[in-house]
T-cell receptor, first 116, second 115 residues
Framework: AQKITQTQPGMFVQEKEAVTLDCTYD???????LFWYKQPSSGEMIFLIY??????QNATEGRYSLNFQKARKSANLVISASQLGDSAMYFC?????????????FGAGTTVTVRA | SAVISQKPSRDICQRGTSLTIQCQVD?????MFWYRQQPGQSLTLIAT?????????ESGFVIDKFPISRPNLTFSTLTVSNMSPEDSSIYLC????????????FGQGTRLTVV
């Protein structure tokens, strides 16, 4: 069964506006972690933000914030004040800690294109 | 954080040949992983590289096709053997620097094209 679902294959956003990327997850673990990565056309994976399942506050890192709704099992990424350099593929990922193997499960990804 | 150097960054290979990809980390890490990203797809875990022992492979991946070495806590190699065009992908090394650490770092990736 799919553990991470990203339903938006592609999104367009105007420069300087905010964009929300959806991510829902499926786990029976009580302890888990949620990650967002950015992959530009060069192919590298850039870590953006992390949210632990026990964290009460939504994670924020600069222009990135994670809207964590545990009951709904969603972990949406919000990028504020979009820049042209934000154009990339974005992946949501989850680490389930029950097995203690530290493996990540990735969603299908969302392509973001920022327009000038 | 960890700085990961992955080599080569890209290669074009003939079918039937093998390519070895190296992953070097600037500090000792707890766990190392190898992922594959086929064109237009998400990342799929190939295996966990275990230091001093055989790697742990995910379903659909076998040691004969993707032999992995990890001789110490900072270095690992992935070999893609007897390549076919279906092996054309980005291969990524990933590390976890400590148990309970919140981040998983990735190398720059190796973009492989098999012709």
């Amino acid at each position: 069964a799919q553990k991470i679902t990203q339903t938006q294959p592609g999104m367009f956003v105007q420069e300087k506006e905010a964009v929300t990327l959806d991510c829902t997850y499926d786990t029976s673990d009580q302890s888990y972690g949620l990650f967002w990565y950015k992959q530009p056309s060069s192919g590298e994976m850039i870590f953006l933000i992390y949210q632990g399942s026990y964290d009460e506050q939504n994670a924020t890192e600069g222009r990135y914030s994670l809207n964590f709704q545990k009951a709904r099992k969603s972990a949406n990424l919000v990028i504020s004040a979009s820049q042209l350099g934000d154009s990339a593929m974005y992946f949501c990922a989850m680490r389930e800690t029950r097995s203690n193997d530290y493996k990540l499960s990735f969603g299908a990804g969302t392509t973001v294109t920022v327009r000038a | 954080s960890a700085v990961i150097s992955q080599k080569p960054s890209r290669d074009i290979c003939q079918r039937g040949t093998s390519l070895t990809i190296q992953c070097q980390v600037d500090s000792q890490v707890t766990m190392m992983f190898w992922y594959r990203q086929q064109p237009g797809q998400s990342l799929t875990l190939i295996a966990t590289a275990n230091q001093g022992s055989e790697a742990t492979y995910e379903s659909g991946f076998v040691i004969d096709k993707f032999p992995i070495s990890r001789p110490n806590l900072t270095f690992s190699t992935l070999t893609v053997s007897n390549m076919s065009p279906e092996d054309s992908s980005i291969y990524l090394c990933s590390v976890v620097t400590g148990l309970g650490n919140t981040e998983a770092f990735f190398g720059q990736g190796t973009r492989l094209t098999v012709v």
